[in-house]
């Protein structure tokens, strides 16, 4: 960990382009300006210095009302610690209206100690090459079209960020904040982290291998009304043991005719929404209470705490133990 008393700050570069998604540039700006600002608060020097990059210098418009001045133009021979780049909508178009970024993250990339793809902006890893062979996600929307386009990377859309040696890929928008939160726990600590979630009132902070999905989304993206109820059943009454069976029968289906039409609306089996239903209640007892992880289990309908552990396990890279631990340690 370096000391911020004694060094300078770690530049990280912000690189953006035309039509740039911008609360994925303000998010992690933001929370390396409060962190710095805590540093101070500790009579520390600053340890972050952000710059906005682009192609060339000057306001560049994004995705909103808003535009954000670029101070400097993308340079090989500049260094910086951190690079964060971020995603577009048209993320397929930004790339190939932008040739000279694609080439400065593969000239770059190899030799920064960190180099992060927001979002979407994982395209501009992938169009360098630099993530063939290598495990990387990107928001859900955006998932197929980059397996699709490149068969050589491993895609998971069931994390934050994952990590591959120096590159980082995170998941939709919100996901930069907590990738820049782990910046900061990586390079100051849990505490400075910490106080950073607390004045922008999120988590410290989501594990990197939690899941995009939760069974709340799911059922907010279900078209049928049948189904959706199904689903809206299951989370009121998560902490009682349900089965298929008494899905399909809530639902007023046959038991093959309720799973064929529950996978096709859900886009998962009836038995993972219930098992990602369960996880999502624990997560929020195990983030808003001190209730022992048996207690936990119980109210969430599992049939014992191993049981969630692996569940836990298998959706969340974490154990139950862990998750609490990342979310509410200090």
Request: proline share 4%.
């Amino acid at each position: 960990m370096m000391n911020s008393e004694t060094t300078a700050p770690r530049s990280v570069d912000m690189v953006i382009y035309p039509e740039f998604k911008s609360f994925e540039a303000i998010g992690p700006m933001t929370v390396f300006t409060y962190a710095n600002k805590h540093l101070e608060t500790q009579g520390k020097s600053s340890g972050y210095e952000v710059r906005i990059v682009s192609t060339r210098i000057g306001a560049v418009q994004s995705d909103t009302l808003m535009s954000l001045h670029a101070t400097s133009a993308l340079n090989c021979n500049e260094l910086p610690h951190t690079v964060m780049i971020v995603g577009a909508h048209e993320i397929e178009r930004a790339v190939d209206q932008n040739p000279e970024i694609v080439q400065w993250t593969k000239d770059i990339a190899p030799k920064v100690e960190r180099f992060a793809a927001l979002c979407s902006g994982a395209f501009f890893l992938a169009a360098a090459g630099l993530l063939n062979g290598k495990r990387a996600t990107t928001h859900w929307r955006m998932a197929d079209v980059l397996q699709k386009s490149h068969p050589e990377i491993e895609v998971e859309i069931d994390s934050i960020f994952i990590k591959q040696d120096n590159l980082w890929t995170s998941a939709g928008v919100s996901a930069s904040v907590d990738l820049a939160l782990a910046f900061v726990e990586q390079d100051f600590g849990h505490e400075l982290a910490l106080d950073v979630a607390r004045d922008l009132v999120i988590f410290l902070k989501r594990p990197g291998g939690q899941s995009q999905f939760s069974a709340n989304l799911t059922s907010q993206m279900t078209h049928s009304t049948c189904m959706r109820d199904v689903q809206e059943w299951v989370i009121a009454n998560i902490d009682k043991k349900i089965t298929i069976p008494q899905m399909a029968e809530h639902a007023a289906m046959s038991l093959r005719n309720f799973t064929r039409l529950f996978n096709k609306e859900a886009g998962l089996k009836p038995s993972e929404f219930l098992e990602k239903a369960r996880i999502d209640k624990a997560r929020r007892l195990l983030s808003e209470s001190e209730l022992p992880l048996k207690s936990i289990a119980f109210k969430c309908g599992f049939a014992t705490a191993d049981q969630m552990r692996v569940g836990f396990r298998k959706h969340l890279s974490v154990t139950p133990k862990e998750y609490r631990d990342r979310f509410v340690g200090s």
